[in-house]
């Protein structure tokens, strides 16, 4: 079947440390990976997403490579700030015109300054 | 561009009461609708999906059940709310073929 598994939170950091949330997935076909994220008392949006192997997503500062040999999707950032905190949610598509997308269970972010 | 908007953004109701959650897109037609409800630390979980007008898949059995009277609108409704429905519910749109979702700002739920 298909599904996504992330690192459990919830994961507290000093601004500017580095980050990496987990992600790994277990799908058929090839589908598209994304990851959203979700501030304090609002909907989810997109951050980042890629649609093939080996491509890179990347959006503001936060980056997130396709590796099919490992089924990963793993997000990371350089030096995180505050304004980061959040609930990251790692997901995938597997490509139907249904648009069925499978989310993991979420990530909490604490970045203190 | 596309906005999508639902309401109300927060609600307390007592067990047994009845629910409207609606929600609407613009800026597209024919989207795909979704409903998804998060509780607390167990994710996103997919409550129904919408193709067409009319045309509504439920992904888990539950007292709740969701309507497309028109393109761009989508209601959740439930004739009797439970304990267990306290939750932030989320509506979503994706373009068909397009891959992304776009989330509205979120209802909060809260059964007494």
């Known amino acids: 079947g298909n599904s996504v598994t992330q690192m459990e939170g919830p994961v507290t950091l000093s601004e500017e440390a580095f980050l990496t949330i987990n992600c790994t997935y277990t799908?058929?076909?090839?589908?598209?990976l994304f990851w959203y994220v979700q501030y304090p008392g609002e909907g989810l949006q997109l951050l980042l997403k890629?649609?093939?192997?080996?491509d890179k997503g990347s959006n503001k500062g936060f980056e997130a490579t396709y590796r099919k040999e490992t089924t990963s999707f793993h997000l990371e950032k350089g030096s995180v700030q505050v304004s980061d905190s959040a609930v990251y949610f790692c997901?995938?598509?597997?490509?139907?015109?249904?648009?069925?997308?499978?989310f993991g269970r979420g990530t909490q972010l604490t970045v203190w300054p | 561009s596309q906005t999508i908007h639902q309401w109300p953004a927060t609600l307390v109701q007592p067990v047994g009461s009845p629910l409207s959650l609606e929600c609407t897109v613009e800026?597209?037609?024919?989207?795909?609708l979704y409903w998804y409800r998060q509780a607390a630390g167990r994710g996103l979980q997919l409550l129904f999906y919408?193709?067409?007008?009319?045309?509504i898949s439920s992904e888990v059995p539950q007292n709740l059940s969701a309507s497309r009277p028109q393109d761009r609108q989508f209601i959740l409704s439930s004739k009797k709310l439970l304990l267990s429905d306290s939750g932030f519910y989320l509506c979503?749109?994706?373009?068909?073929?397009?891959?992304?979702?776009?989330f509205g700002e979120g209802s909060r739920l809260t059964v007494l």
């Open positions: 799908a058929t076909g090839y589908p598209s």
């Open positions: 979503a749109f994706m373009i068909q073929g397009a891959g992304e979702l776009f």
């Open positions: 919408s193709v067409g007008i009319g045309q």
């Open positions: 800026g597209t037609s024919n989207p795909n």
């Open positions: 997901a995938l598509d597997r490509g139907s015109t249904l648009g069925r997308l499978y």
């Open positions: 890629a649609t093939k192997a080996d």
